[in-house]
């Protein structure tokens, strides 16, 4: 039995293929037609009427929504944002975790290892662990009393998970070197965030393998012309990702337009860094001690600082959009092929192709989310 996607309009993301048919065979993606295939007994029909289909957004660093964090521990709360997140496009996602104590961030990642893949909602492909080994000049939201060197028996116990997929470090602190060779031994992708490396300890870093950067101006040194640090570091080495935040609050517009045309649609990746307050009211949100104001859809700590956002990756998308000028099909694959890329799933998530993933968006004229497929299966549809 095959699901057949006619009269759609498809972005695989680097071509735009009008009225054409995508063919879903099981959880994965059958074939690319020109004209509908002959129908048969049991096969399932929908008509995208012109619609934009697309591959499902992947989000690579994500807390929470509904009230609700990675940090909490629980297979209930990873589905309820999983199920959040599908309803906004997001077919893969990374639930990350902050600095905390060795216990509660390893029972975050054991959380992650028990759970169920949700039917309703967005897969996890693993865990992004954003700190605790970060510099604590450059914590931003995150906790100082938390925030620690590299322990070999910490992280090892990290890759006995068998979830840790992406790790922000500072590359500058002690420890930091064997910390990252190690990872990088294991497949684990490092991205420098929350840190005052200089341009030389980057360089040095993307030597050892290191290819992200976590939230491209946020938690770093400002750029100097004759100390360029991590920003002149990742503008001009094509090695490197950079990871932005689309929501108009933590990079101007102006600044999201420079980083893309800096480093193309092809290094640059987008992101939500949604905290359990998403699609909340504001109000005051707390948990182990993390202390979050949201005031007018902005997430900021008691000393006004920002932490996290609320934004959603659908609306991401549209604001880059509006931000750089650029069409939908550049901008899409900021969202889908290149974080599926950046951590090692290029070709089988994030594109329409014979043989990828059957992780799809149907989206209508303003790019607003209508149906949300994962595994070949409709696990949202817009009333």
């Known amino acids: 039995m095959k699901t057949i996607f006619k009269n759609g309009n498809l972005v695989t993301p680097y071509q735009i293929l009008p009225d054409h048919t995508l063919v879903i065979q099981g959880n ?57 997140c599908a309803s906004h496009g997001v077919t893969s996602y990374l639930p990350t975790t902050w600095a905390a104590s060795a216990e509660k961030i390893l029972a975050a990642l054991n959380a992650v290892a028990k759970a169920s893949q949700p039917s309703d909602g967005a897969r996890h492909l693993g865990v992004h662990i954003e700190g605790p080994y970060i510099n604590p000049k450059y914590r931003g939201a995150q ?20 979830v840790a997929r992406l790790i922000t470090v500072a590359p500058e602190i002690e420890g930091a ?59 001009s080495d094509d090695r490197l990702y950079a990871q932005i935040i689309p929501d108009g609050v933590h990079l101007h517009p102006a600044v999201v337009k420079t980083t893309i045309r800096a480093k ?19 109000g ?6 993390q202390k979050i104001y949201v005031n007018q859809g902005v997430a900021r ?24 000028g650029l069409p939908f099909n550049e901008v899409l694959p900021m969202a889908t092929a290149v974080p599926a890329e950046a951590i090692g799933l290029g ?37």
Request: with cysteine; charged share 20%.
């Open 143 to 162: 906790r100082a009393e938390v925030i620690r060197k590299p322990d070999q028996s910490e992280y090892e116990a990290w890759l006995a998970t068998g």
């Open 347 to 383: 070709g089988q998530k994030g594109v329409i192709k014979p043989g990828a993933d059957a992780d799809i968006l149907l989206l209508d004229a303003t790019f607003d989310v209508q149906m949300t497929i994962i595994a070949g299966q409709i696990v949202f549809e817009k009333k």
């Open 28 to 84: 994965k993606i059958e074939a690319i037609l020109a004209q509908p295939p002959e129908v048969e007994p049991g096969d399932t029909v929908v008509d995208a009427g012109g619609k934009w289909v697309t591959p499902g957004f992947i989000d690579i660093h994500v807390h929470g929504a509904l009230g609700v964090d990675t940090m909490h521990g629980s297979e209930a709360a990873l589905h309820k944002i999983a199920r959040f």
């Open 301 to 324: 700590t008691p000393e006004g600082g920002l932490s996290g956002s609320t934004l959603t990756m659908d609306v991401g998308v549209r604001n880059t959009m509006n931000f750089t």
């Open 177 to 235: 070197d064997r910390f990252i060779d190690r990872m990088i031994q294991n497949r684990v992708e490092i991205s420098i965030g929350h840190s005052g490396a200089g341009y030389a300890e980057v360089i040095q870093a993307a030597d050892r393998g290191v290819c992200h950067v976590t939230h491209l101006f946020n938690g770093m040194a400002g750029f100097h012309h004759r100390d360029p640090g991590i920003l002149g570091a990742c503008l």
């Open 284 to 289: 005051h949100y707390e948990f182990d001690g």
């Open 264 to 282: 193309s649609s092809a290094r640059v990746i987008l992101i939500t860094d949604a905290i359990c307050g998403t699609a909340m009211p504001d």
